[in-house]
């Protein structure tokens, strides 16, 4: 950024000194021992701006800044004695080179204004001191500090002269988090006289004077990605995410005495709804996009550290002092953490497992009792991130009475063959609920129906199933077939909403009618009774049968013989 020199407000800057070069006209306005000096904070203006020393218009609220905090400093001392040591090293030089041509009276006259020129620009740069940082000549004095406000104004009463001579200031922006880079400091030496908007002097000094200095905002907007190519997933299934964001760009700026670091807070925030997801803790990584920079918390003073809420429902990646400092020469760039993540036994079935980031950088202050007493932190959400996890009911039942059954056993197949992998579903703590596929019914998870007849399958991801009979209930016959079924959005909330109606059997007259049941019913057949072989009934029974025989043989004999 060019550094800024307010020619515009010291029109005739040299007036004090070759008073017998002018002469004056009297102003509308007398000058009075002080000045009020507004500075007016303008917002992403890009372009030349010309400051007249008056108010200028074409301006609305929405273009200033409220926020923004100057120092000014009082460097009258400094700026007058390296005035006189250029004014006279500079004279020097230019009568050695030019000494044939002095007696020409113009160009006398604007020798003696250019060497003066020439002098205040080097005064100014010798005082003006780094942007941002108070400067560091011999003599320097803070004397105000005002913020920016109601329309991005701040206004000074500052005295016209300073230990006798026309006073000369310096106003330093201090550091502000969102701003892309301190504005260059601003000198301005007095009297100060106001400028035609064409860039003409006048000789109308000013008491009131206006300056419009400029900043560029700077916003960053976290992003959350799903880096596991899914849309749904089985409860305990690791998945992948990446959280990144923009570095600020002033981040390796520092406080006005050139030394602190003005950040001191960077973090990284993923919050999670309903505790449905759990962080796990090993596997991340946290780096510097397009770099080689990879931060680390292993060692003894860590880049950052990672602290998971109490309600384990968020997770905050925060940067140490040490992790922010080597990020200094890095702003602009892109800050990626990768980790991952599990839904747990809280996770939603059919429903959004949500979960969103959130930036915040800046910088904080607390005092021995943990009370803050300087905050200029930025906190901006970023997008959310949505994951499923699906399942299905069904509820065992008699095939005629469609009464609930319990005492069935289940399986669950990934497909419908003799050699497909059983589900196994198993707790590895108090808070996650693992799923996996094995090879063997032994080591499977058994889905065991009581009195409601309910079997859940939940925290699948979305896909075709199969549903085996191990186990029949008591005095029914066991399916000789598995039930395909498939999981998706809300195939299992659309089925315990359902309630259980009973069958309407098909009319006698009618055979040819199937028995039409609820796709979440699995039905099972009693077995059949028959009379007990070898009882007194079937004895009787044959008994009769025989005797009836007989006396058929008997009858049809006769009757043979009587022809």
Not at 114 to 131: C, F, H, I, P, S
Not at 188 to 204: A, K, S
Not at 227 to 253: C, D, M, Q, R, W
Not at 269 to 284: M, R, V
């Amino acid at each position: 950024m060019k550094k800024i020199k307010v020619f515009a407000l010291l029109a005739t800057l040299f007036v004090g000194i070759f008073s017998n070069l002018f002469t004056p006209v009297v102003s509308a306005v007398e000058p009075s021992g002080d000045a009020t000096v507004t500075i007016h904070k303008l917002k992403n203006k890009t372009g030349p701006i010309v400051n007249t020393g008056n108010e200028l218009s074409g301006y609305t609220a929405s273009d200033f800044l409220d926020g923004i905090t100057y120092n000014v400093y009082d460097v009258t001392a400094a700026y007058h004695t390296e005035y006189s040591k250029q004014f006279e090293l500079t004279t020097w030089l230019r009568m050695w080179f030019t000494s044939s041509m002095v007696a020409h009276t113009e160009y006398s006259k604007q020798f003696e204004l250019t060497t003066a020129q020439e002098a205040d620009d080097k005064a100014r740069d010798y005082v003006q001191g780094t942007a941002g940082h108070a400067p560091t000549v011999s003599g320097a004095t803070l004397v105000r500090t005002e913020t920016t406000a109601g329309g991005g104004a701040a206004t000074f009463n500052l005295p016209k002269k300073s230990g006798g001579k026309d006073a000369v200031y310096v106003f330093v922006e201090q550091p502000k988090t969102g701003i892309r880079a301190a504005a260059e400091n601003l000198v301005l030496r007095f009297p100060v006289y106001q400028l035609n908007g064409d860039g003409t002097y006048t000789d109308i000094e000013l008491s009131a004077i206006h300056l419009y200095p400029k900043n560029t905002t700077e916003t960053i907007t976290p992003v959350k990605e799903i880096t596991t190519p899914n849309h749904s997933y089985n409860v305990g299934e690791k998945i992948g995410f990446k959280l990144s964001t923009k570095i600020p760009a002033n981040i390796g700026i520092k406080e006005v005495d050139g030394v602190t670091p003005h950040y001191n807070t960077f973090g990284l925030i993923d919050t999670y709804h309903d505790t449905t997801l759990t962080f796990n803790p090993a596997g991340y990584e946290l780096k510097v996009a397009g770099t080689s920079i990879v931060l680390t918390d292993k060692e003894e003073t860590p880049d950052y550290t990672i602290e998971v809420g109490e309600g384990q429902d968020t997770f905050k990646v925060e940067l140490t002092q040490a992790g922010i400092n080597k990020l200094a020469e890095q702003g602009g760039k892109t800050l990626e953490f990768t980790y991952t993540m599990k839904l747990n036994k809280f996770a939603l079935i059919d429903g959004p497992n949500v979960n969103q980031v959130t930036v915040e950088y800046g910088r904080k202050i607390t005092d021995s009792n943990g009370v803050v007493t300087f905050y200029d932190v930025v906190t901006q959400d970023g997008n959310t991130t949505e994951v499923y996890t699906g399942g299905y009911r069904f509820i065992k039942t008699d095939f005629s009475t469609n009464k609930p059954l319990a005492g069935a056993e289940f399986v669950v197949r990934n497909a419908d063959a003799p050699d497909a992998k059983y589900l196994k579903i198993e707790k590895i703590d108090a808070v996650t609920k693992e799923i996996s596929w094995v090879d063997t019914y032994e080591e499977a998870f058994k889905f065991k129906t009581e009195d409601d007849g309910i079997v859940d399958i939940t925290g699948l991801k979305y896909g075709t199933y199969y549903l085996e009979e191990t186990i029949a209930p008591d005095d029914y016959v066991k399916l000789s077939e598995r039930i395909a079924f498939t999981v998706e959005f809300n195939s299992y909330l659309s089925r315990i909403t359902n309630e259980v109606t009973p069958l309407s059997l098909p009319d006698e007259s009618d055979s040819d009618t199937p028995t039409e049941f609820k796709e979440h019913n699995v039905p099972n057949t009693p077995i059949g009774f028959l009379p007990q072989t070898g009882g007194a009934g079937i004895i009787l029974f044959v008994a009769l049968g025989a005797a009836m025989v007989g006396l058929a043989g008997v009858y049809f004999t006769s009757r043979r013989k009587d022809a």
